[in-house]
Structure formats: structure tokens, C-alpha cells
């Protein structure tokens, strides 16, 4: 069975505050797939990033940046300079290779900036 | 950019009453699925589709949910009888690989049941 769990609910930061999405899974395949989506008051679901599990290596993309570590089985998502149109709400999700992309997401973590 | 886009953004309906909710894929892409979202919870899986048939379906996909590619382009969603709880925001997505491609997502159609 898969799992992915962002025990953090609700944040607060002020604008320009750096920001970390905690994300922890669980999924008993050795080939897998981590997301993580971005879920604006306007309530579509906006692709971020995809990570497989061969590949650790942290990422970077502007301001956001992700670290994957298989050790721990985290996925973390940290935005950087925090900025009001980064108020969301995040989701991390994974997928097992092998399926038919069945999505498992986790419950999600509202990220408010305030100016 | 090619998107998924889902038709009607906002329905409401009665409880009982039939409701098909409408998604256009990205059209080069061979995978479909729905997920549903209650107000305020995750996003959850409710059904895969390939090659014109079901190839993965979750718990909440019971019989009175089907879904079908009546024509080619279009991905429908049917809720034969709905009740109070499938009031949510559903999503439609679509990918052209099933083991490397992300999903790409429609904007949602909210459904509201009274």
C-alpha cells in the first residue's frame, strides 16, 4: 500500500520568508514516482515537479527547490523569498511504476504568504 | 500549451438526478483519469482508463459511477444517481506515457448535490 504524509496543515510565513513542505512516504516498490502540485484558490491542480526514486539528486528551479532523500523518505519542497502569489495549498503525491498512474496524494499543506 | 479541459465548471444538481461531467484530454495523450476532491480533503483516485477500458478503479468507483470515450476526443464522467456526498470537485487528467509522464489536470468541475 501506498502512503504520503504532510503532517503540516497550515503555515504562516511573511513575504519573503523562506518555507519548507515537509512530505514523508511510504510504498513497499523500489521504482516509484514523487510529485508535488500546487492547489491556488482557484482550485486547479498545477504540476511542479516529478522526481523518480533512481534519482536523488536535489533540485532546484527558481525559487523553488526539492530534496529527495530515499534514506528518510522524504520528498521536501522549499520555497525560497516566499511571495504572496505563492499562498496554496501543496500537495506531494507518489506513484508506484508499474501501474496504471494511480496517484496517491497526500492531505495537503495550506501555505500562506502575508505581505 | 496544450491543456485538459473539463466542461461545466460548476454543476449543481439534485440528489437522484443523472450528472456527466465532460473532459477534453491533451489530445496526443493514451491514459485518462478521474480524481475527486471533497471540500477541503485530498485528492483521491477514482478511476484509470485505457485502450477504451477501465484499467484501474478505486472503492469510490462503485456502480453508480461508469465512464466511456464516446468519440474519441471526449473523457465522460457519469454519476447515474447522485447522492449528498459525491458532492466534490472533480478532476480530470491525462498522460502520454503510463510509466514516466506526469499527469496533466483540467481546472476541475465542481459538483454541488442538494
Known amino acids: 500500500a501506498q502512503k504520503v504524509t504532510q503532517a503540516q496543515t497550515e503555515i504562516s510565513v511573511v513575504e519573503k520568508e523562506d518555507v519548507t513542505l515537509d512530505c514523508v512516504y511510504e510504498t513497499r516498490d523500489t521504482t516509484y514516482y514523487l510529485f508535488w502540485y500546487k492547489q491556488p484558490p482557484s482550485g486547479e491542480l498545477v504540476f511542479l515537479i516529478r522526481?523518480?526514486?533512481?534519482?536523488?539528486q536535489n533540485e532546484i528551479s527558481g525559487r523553488y527547490s526539492w530534496n529527495f532523500q530515499k534514506s528518510t523518505s522524504s520528498f521536501n519542497f522549499t520555497i525560497t523569498a516566499s511571495q504572496v502569489v505563492d499562498s496554496a495549498v501543496y500537495f506531494c503525491a507518489l506513484r508506484s511504476s508499474g501501474g496504471y498512474q494511480k496517484v496517491t496524494f497526500g492531505t495537503g499543506t495550506k501555505l500562506q504568504v502575508i505581505p | 500549451e496544450p491543456e485538459v479541459t473539463q466542461t461545466p465548471s460548476h454543476q449543481v444538481t439534485q440528489m437522484g438526478q443523472e450528472v456527466i461531467l465532460r473532459c477534453v484530454p491533451i489530445s496526443n495523450h493514451l491514459y485518462f483519469y478521474w480524481y475527486r476532491q471533497i471540500l477541503g480533503q485530498k485528492v483521491e483516485f477514482l478511476v484509470s482508463f485505457y485502450n477504451n477500458e477501465i484499467s484501474e478503479k478505486s472503492e469510490i468507483f462503485d456502480d453508480q459511477f461508469s465512464v466511456e470515450r464516446p468519440d474519441g476526443s471526449n473523457f465522460t464522467l457519469k454519476i447515474r444517481s447522485t447522492k449528498l456526498e459525491d458532492s466534490a470537485m472533480y478532476f480530470c487528467a491525462s498522460s502520454a506515457d503510463r510509466d514516466t509522464g506526469e499527469l496533466f489536470f483540467g481546472e476541475g468541475s465542481r459538483l454541488t448535490v442538494l
Open positions: 522526481r523518480n526514486s533512481f534519482d536523488e
